[in-house]
């Protein structure tokens, strides 16, 4: 069984998991202690919860709030114009081909359908290259803040963890952001 999502943990804690769905549950349980610790979080965070005390909202609350929340714009309009753009375009591509090498548009039509073949190869491969980037910065950054932390656990008592974390966190990002904004100029020496 993979690791279960959120709303099974919940569902198991609140008794609503069938019994073969609980089986199951509980047999990667024993062997996954991950989801051991995630499913020890929430029963405390349902526990600590339901302690509190029920408050009552004020009449109108919920209505005040969505009155105040900005309208959704929705760029549903732009890309209805851009994929109605592009779809004539193709059309009128794929029509002037159809019609043969015989007419004056032939040589027009065949030159823009491989205008458009190469552009979308060129944009899938920036796309692809771009998205390999971004996971291997991730991965560096996944790595570098793990090993930050361990090393921080070994200085400071866990009391205080969480404010070493943000402070760490935020001056990385800050010189993370810098590199982005600034690269570095190097020059031809040698």
Known sequence: MNCPDLAQIYACLEKELSPEDRLRLEEHLATCSRCRRLLADRRLYLEASSSLPQLELPPGF??????????????????????????????????????????????????????LVNLAADLSSLVFRLVQQAYGVFRAV?????????????????????????????????????????????????
Do not use: H
């Not at 994929?83 to 019609?99: N, Q, R, T």
């Not at 090393?151 to 974390?165: D, T, V, Y």
């Open 62 to 115: 919920t209505e005040r709030v969505m009155a105040g929340l900005p309208p959704l714009k929705s760029p549903a309009r732009l890309w209805l114009w851009l994929a109605g753009g592009a779809y004539l375009l193709f059309s009128l591509v794929v029509a002037g081909l159809a019609l043969g090498n015989k007419t004056v548009l032939f040589p027009i039509c065949f030159q823009v359908f491989k205008n």
């Open 142 to 190: 996944s790595i570098f803040m793990g090993i930050a932390g361990r090393l921080l656990s070994n200085f400071f008592p866990a009391s205080i963890m969480g404010l070493a974390a943000l402070v760490l966190s935020g001056a990385i990002s800050l010189a993370f952001l810098r590199l982005l904004l600034r690269p570095a100029k190097f020059s031809d020496r040698g």
